[in-house]
């Protein structure tokens, strides 16, 4: 899979709550610095319990991912990918409940024919102040 389209199987992973998919686009030694929670996670095990958890918390929600500004540089043997992330909570019926958006970088490496997410950072702007994070980028 090139590395363009990395984003767009991330998406239709996390919509369809397919933990085996989702984790298919991580080699085995991925490290994962999340926005939530942990400062980061190491290795695929690692990064299962979190999607495992995200997912389950979900209930009959769904999350729809859309991707702006995506930015790539490829070379022979790593690419880089980094993009501004909207992340939907969607009822059952599709009606959008609540969104937040986020930086989203990641670097991939070849394995094979195929390009695999060696490290994954998110992150979102924090008010020097108070420490509160901005979750809603504008428009």
Request: aromatic share 10%; glycine share 6%.
């Amino acid at each position: 899979m090139p590395p363009e389209q990395i984003l767009r199987a991330y998406a239709e992973a996390v919509y369809a709550r397919d933990t085996q998919a989702l984790l298919a686009l991580y080699h085995p030694h991925v490290t994962v610095y999340d926005l939530w929670e942990h400062w980061q996670y190491d290795g695929l095990n690692a990064w299962r319990g979190m999607i495992e958890g995200w997912f389950a918390s979900l209930g009959e929600e769904r999350v729809q991912v859309t991707f702006d500004d995506i930015r790539t540089h490829v070379t022979p043997d790593m690419a880089l990918v980094h993009a501004f992330a909207t992340y939907a909570g969607l009822s059952a019926t599709g009606e959008r409940l609540r969104a937040m958006n986020n930086r989203l970088s990641l670097t991939l490496t070849r394995s094979g024919d195929q390009w695999l997410i060696l490290h994954e950072h998110s992150s979102a702007p924090a008010d020097f102040e108070s420490g509160k994070v901005n979750l809603h980028r504008p428009a």
